[in-house]
């Protein structure tokens, strides 16, 4: 498999699990994860990403064709888990005294970051 598209099908892995982790914990509510914080939503432009790197010729990169558009979906994804990395830490700096940031937010916005290194290493390494 070329290893941009390794890089990118574990960046998007890692954001798909980051909705299951708990974004914050708040002293009435308690524990939000990224499904009940509405964190999901930005797995549909990865799943869109995902499509390319497993499909096709594993061997080979991404043409410029196929790689930009998934650059810009990975690009998407990650203003969507900037939004709700900041929209977390308003919600504890509202909650007050008690609440907490959880690491939901973090490994979202980390692995949507690795999925763009990966497509950018998919359409710049040449195939072996």
């Given at each position: 498999m070329h290893p941009g598209r390794l890089v990118v099908t574990a960046g998007v892995v890692v954001a798909g699990?980051?909705?299951?982790f708990?974004?914050?914990?708040?002293?009435v509510i308690g524990t939000v994860d990224g499904?009940?914080?509405?964190?999901w939503p930005a797995l549909i432009p990865l799943a869109a990403v995902l499509l390319p790197a497993l499909l096709g010729d594993r061997s080979l990169g991404h043409r410029a064709r196929s790689g930009v558009p998934s650059l810009v979906a990975c690009?998407?994804?990650a203003v969507f888990a900037s939004a709700?990395?900041?929209d977390s830490?308003?919600?504890?700096?509202?909650a007050g005294?008690?609440?907490?940031?959880?690491a939901g937010p973090w490994v979202m916005l980390v692995g949507t970051l690795v999925a763009i290194v990966g497509e950018v290493l998919a359409m710049t390494i040449p195939p072996r």
């Open positions: 699990l980051a909705v299951l708990p974004f914050v914990d708040l002293p499904v009940d914080g509405d964190a690009c998407t994804a709700k990395l900041a830490v308003g919600a504890v700096r509202d005294e008690g609440a907490s940031l959880g």
